[in-house]
Every structure is written in structure tokens, then in C-alpha cells.
């Protein structure tokens, strides 16, 4: 999301360029926070020496990392402006979030009222205890002036020794900080409050050496935090193995949020310095935590520097559509649960659950049956945090492109591994080198030819691609997981089935949510708010009963289902199947032999990557 400016011109040349620019145009932020009590905060955009003679400001509809619109303009109200001398300007609304200044000086001071109440990984949440800023949620900015450096400052009431944890470039004000242009200073979450901190470094191949923050706004126990961070810092390192080295941080520094108590919304999004983790939940050092910082943590490298060409630059005034988000997302997903086991907060076997679900997902849902990893990604814009108050068929021709993504790198890590020595991890790390390390966004095409090069085989990654990337063909699991001592088995064999079912009610048998295609009950015609009568000559009052009666019944019979719809009584023909799920298990579990070969095989996948 980073902008040419950001990509071409190194940092030193770029801080020149502020000095030249903080003698003309330049923006700058004065928050306040004089009604914290009921959510709201005073915002002030000072910009000078504008050549243009009317200047058009807005919120934005989008957020680094997110990829359906989200209307943040709603949320402001009071927009006034003001000249130098502190007079009144006209301001006109354009649009809902669109406010225009017409005038005849260079020198603007935009003044509004912001509301936020949600604390999580895109929307503001503004309160006594704590201040949690996602910047998209909370700044208009000014239309044609991306490049333009910003400066911002907090007005915070000493008496509270609140800190502030943000990758905004610190300066020598405390409360004071720097962006070199709007996509770096809209990719700064900031968090502000009763924050605990735990600091730690961490050295490249190259000799060069980060710094580390875990930025905690929750209750813990100075020791079982301290704990958690060095978790933490293992699970960096474990990541850092992958690609041979972390990325050269712009500020020399990257920084975890971390909100972990209940008044967040469970969210974690990443940046291109820092991620902003929220979890509603009281913090007792739980590992399973880690697994959302493993994920946030990878996208440093991949999606925020092996940047999908889709994304570049990251357009704030609508949703963004990408064709990589089983990549940008799905192989995240894959990481970051690997590498939890990897860094040995988890058992290696407790990988089975994870892979349970991505092979479920890309078997036996419709959306990745009949759709390619890439149909799944360009959904984004309307599943990602998306609102919709009519009823989707996303269960019908969507597969989210978390664990889709994710059985797509599954199964090409463990193909890599059998048929050309080679690991997933390698592909990563030549996709660092080629495109996330001198950020040049990368297409399809550029992924597809860096497997070419890794497995010098250009017809196998042209096949992989057209079956599985932008075709929608099923990987043969079972030979790829028995390398590695793992079973593919079908728990439902042999039991009757008409379809994963959700009723409305305890008592009845209305279903709750649309019957999904190829299912029986699909296939009969039965969907959403109807409800089950009879099967055969059998009255069915709830599920026990539904269930009772396709105990005693087997797959592949056909029977009379009653149902009720719209108040009519409908009959059809439906024919039983068997539950398709599949479940992966360890050989060990399943009673099979477990050779020297599987254990060696599930070390160098499983296994930590730390020497
Ligand atoms: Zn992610």
C-alpha cells in the first residue's frame, strides 16, 4: 500500500524532501480528546500554501487490509473552517463524506467532530480507558495531496501517563509525530492509554539490527506477559528462518498492538511496521494467541512487501479488488498456523485440525468446488468485513479465501516437497527476493514464473496454476499427506445424510441459513425458512427425531420429503447421500506404522526452523 514515493526514493533523500516541503505545502493533524466520555474527538487539518483555489477534503472508504467499503464518513459531524486570521470559511458538502472549501488564501484549518465506539482492527474505538486510532476511521484528508508530509500531534492530558504506541515517526515532541505522505501515515494504527510495554532486538544476516515492541493495552501479570513476548519474539524468529531475513523496517522498528481484554472486537490487521491485534478476551499468556500474531506477523513480508500489483497503490475512496488474496491471505493462513507448531507452542499432530479444514474447505464447500482460488479473492470486496442486509448465497459460490488459500499452499508445500525436494518455504523466500525485497508488486504471471524458477519445471507451474489457481480442480490429498504419516478419513461413511443443517428454533425444524448445492435437501428444493414435515411417511417434529429416522435409513434410498414453504405444503423426491466431510489424522491415531521416513518427513515440515 505503499506509494512510489515511499518504494523509489530512499529515506534519507525523503526526509530532505520534508525539510523542503515543511517551508511550503505541508499537513498537519491537532487531535483532542475533550469528550472522550461519550466516544468523541476534535480534529483539526491545518494545511498552508495551497496553489489550487478550492480544496476538496474527505474520509475514506476503505482501510489498509481490508477490502469491502466501510463508510467511516458517518461518523463525523460539526465540519467547519477556518483562514489564518481564524475566519469563518464556507464549506460545502459534496458528498456524504466530501466536504469542499472554496477560498482565495493558501491556508485552511479544517475543524471536526469524529465519534468511535468499536475497537478493532479497522474502525475507531475513542474512550476514557484508552485511545485505539485506526487512521482511516478517524482523518479526512485532502484530495490530491497524497505525497504531501504530515505532521500530527496528540493533545493528551498529562495528568493521565498515558503513552503512545504507533510507527507514526516520532520527533522530538513526545506527542509529536511524521509521515512521509498519506499511505504511510494511513498504514500507522495508534493506540494511546495505560499501555505496558516489552522490548526486544533482533539481528538480519546482514549484521543489521531491529527493534521489537509488544505494545499491551489489557490486564496481565508482569511475568506471564514477559513470558508471552518471548513467545512472541520465538515465533518472529521462526518467521524470520523463512525468508532468511525480516524486512529492512522504515523506522528501524516494528511494533505488536495488542488490545487482549473484553471491551475490543476480535480483529487482527497488518501494516507495513506494526499490526493491530485485538482480542476480546481477558489475557492469561495463552498460546493459542500466537497464532494471530504468527499471521499478522508474516504479512510484513507477504502482502505488504510481496504486494499484489492489484493493491498498488491502495485506493481509499472505494473497495479494493485483488486476484491474490488466496496467496495474500490463504498462504498467511497456512503460515501462521505452521509456524505455531513450528515454534512448538503446539503439538506437530494438532496441524491435523488446521489441515481438516482446509481440505473440507476446498472439498466440500461450493464456492471452491465450482470456483478458482482467484474467482474467491475477487469476492473480497464484498465479504471482507462486508454489510449486507439482504440475504448472500455466499455459501453457494464463495469459499473465503483464508482456508481456500490455504489448501492451495498445503497442498503445493507438500507436492514441492515430493516431487522436487523443494519446500513451500523456498517459494516464499524466492518471492521475497524477487519481489517483496526491492517491492516491485508482483501479478499472477511474476508468482507463476517464480515457481517455474524454483522447480525448473515452467509446464508443472503452468498446470498448477491452470488447475488449481485460476481453475478450480481438487489436489489428490491422500498420497500427498501419507508422506508424512497423515490419514484422510470419512467419518460419515456409510450414515444416511441430507445436508449440514441449522434450525431456527430447538423445537421444529425450520431451516435456518440457505441448503447448499449437491446436497440432498438442495436437490429436493428445499431452502432458507422452510420447514421439514415428514420423510417418507414419518411426521418430524425436531432434529432428534431427524435423526432417529436417517439412523434407520441408507444412503442411496430416495423417499418423499413434506416441507412447508410460504405457508403452502410441498412434496418432493430426496435421495440420501453420506456426510462427505473428511477428517485428517495421524497414522499413529489410526493404528498404522509410522516409519523413519514419515518422522524425518514431518520434521523438516513440522519441525523448527531455528538452529
Ligand atoms: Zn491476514
Not at 499490526?275 to 497464532?291: R, Y
Not at 503460515?335 to 479444514?357: C, I, P
Not at 492451495?408 to 516431487?419: E, G
Amino acid at each position: 500500500m505503499h506509494t512510489c514515493f515511499m518504494r523509489k526514493i530512499p529515506l534519507l533523500v525523503s526526509l530532505l524532501l520534508a525539510g523542503f516541503f515543511a517551508l511550503s505545502q505541508r499537513i498537519s493533524y491537532f487531535v483532542s480528546f475533550p469528550n472522550l466520555a461519550h466516544h468523541e474527538a476534535q480534529v483539526s487539518l491545518i494545511v498552508s500554501d495551497l496553489p489550487t483555489r478550492s480544496a476538496v477534503f474527505r474520509m475514506s472508504r476503505s482501510s489498509p487490509g481490508r477490502y469491502a467499503t466501510h463508510e467511516f464518513g458517518k461518523n463525523v459531524y460539526d465540519v467547519k473552517a477556518f483562514d489564518e486570521k481564524s475566519g469563518s470559511l464556507e464549506v460545502l458538502r459534496r458528498d456524504g463524506d466530501v466536504y469542499e472549501v472554496p477560498r482565495s488564501g493558501g491556508y485552511i484549518r479544517l475543524v471536526y467532530t469524529i465519534f468511535g465506539n468499536y475497537a478493532d482492527g479497522t474502525y475507531l474505538g475513542l474512550d476514557q480507558e484508552d485511545i485505539h486510532i485506526n487512521m482511516p476511521a478517524m482523518f479526512m484528508w485532502l484530495k490530491g495531496a497524497d505525497k504531501m508530509p504530515i505532521t500530527i500531534h496528540f493533545d493528551i492530558p498529562q495528568d493521565l501517563h498515558w503513552t503512545i504506541a504507533t510507527q507514526l515517526k516520532p520527533t522530538s515532541d513526545p506527542w509529536t509525530f511524521w509521515a512521509p505522505g498519506l499511505q504511510y501515515f494511513m498504514d500507522c494504527p495508534t493506540k494511546i492509554g495505560n499501555l505496558s510495554y516489552r522490548n526486544w532486538e533482533l539481528r538480519n544476516p546482514d549484521g543489521k539490527t531491529y527493534q521489537f515492541r509488544l505494545a499491551f493495552d489489557g490486564k496481565s501479570d508482569d511475568s506471564v506477559l514477559t513470558a508471552f513476548s518471548q513467545k512472541v519474539a520465538r515465533m518472529v524468529r521462526e518467521e524470520q528462518a523463512i525468508f532468511s531475513e525480516t524486512p529492512a523496517y522504515d523506522f528501524g522498528n516494528y511494533t505488536f498492538l495488542a488490545s487482549i481484554n473484553p471491551f475490543v472486537h476480535g480483529d487482527g490487521m497488518e501494516h507495513r511496521n506494526s499490526t493491530m491485534i485485538s482480542i476480546p478476551a481477558e489475557f492469561h499468556g495463552e498460546d493459542f494467541l500466537l497464532e494471530v500474531f504468527a499471521h499478522e506477523f508474516f504479512h510484513c513480508w507477504n502482502v505488504k512487501r510481496i504486494r499484489p500489483r492489484s493493491l498498488e497503490p491502495f485506493n481509499f475512496e472505494k473497495s479494493n479488488m485483488s486476484d491474490e488474496l488466496w496467496f495474500a491471505e490463504g498462504f498467511t493462513q497456512y503460515y501462521g498456523e505452521l509456524v505455531v507448531v513450528r515454534s512448538g507452542m503446539q503439538e506437530d499432530t494438532s496441524f491435523s485440525d488446521a489441515m481438516t479444514g482446509y481440505i473440507n474447505t476446498k472439498l466440500n464447500t461450493a464456492g471452491a468446488k465450482f470456483y478458482s482460488p482467484v474467482d474467491a479473492s475477487r469476492h473480497a470486496v464484498y465479504t471482507d468485513a462486508g454489510v449486507a442486509v439482504d440475504k448472500t448465497n455466499y455459501p453457494n459460490m464463495f469459499a473465503s479465501y483464508y482456508p481456500y488459500g490455504a489448501s492451495v499452499a498445503l497442498a503445493l508445500d507438500l507436492q514441492l516437497r515430493q516431487q522436487f525436494g523443494k519446500t513451500l518455504d523456498e517459494l516464499m523466500q524466492a518471492a521475497w527476493k524477487r519481489f517483496g525485497k526491492p517491492e516491485i508488486p508482483y501479478t499472477l504471471e511474476g508468482l507463476q514464473e517464480t515457481l517455474a524458477t524454483l522447480t525448473g519445471d515452467g509446464k508443472f507451474a503452468a498446470a498448477f496454476f491452470s488447475k488449481y489457481i485460476t481453475g478450480h480442480q481438487a489436489p489428490d490429498y491422500k498420497p500427498l499427506l501419507a508422506q508424512a504419516g497423515f490419514l484422510l478419513i470419512r467419518p460419515g461413511e456409510g450414515k444416511s445424510w441430507i445436508g449440514n443443517l441449522r434450525f431456527t428454533d430447538k423445537e421444529g425444524l425450520t431451516l435456518a441459513s440457505a441448503t447448499i448445492r449437491t446436497t440432498p435437501l438442495y436437490e429436493a428444493g428445499a431452502d432458507a425458512d422452510d420447514r421439514i414435515l415428514k420423510l417418507g411417511d414419518t411426521p418430524l417434529k425436531n432434529q432428534r427425531e431427524l435423526n432417529d429416522w436417517l439412523s434407520v435409513h441408507k444412503p442411496g434410498e430416495t423417499h418423499w420429503l413434506t416441507y412447508m414453504h410460504h405457508g403452502v405444503e410441498k412434496t418432493s423426491r430426496i435421495t440420501l447421500s453420506e456426510n462427505p466431510y473428511w477428517k485428517v489424522v495421524t497414522y499413529e491415531s489410526a493404528g498404522l506404522p509410522v516409519n523413519e521416513q514419515m518422522r524425518q518427513f514431518r520434521r523438516n515440515w513440522l519441525g523448527t526452523r531455528l538452529k
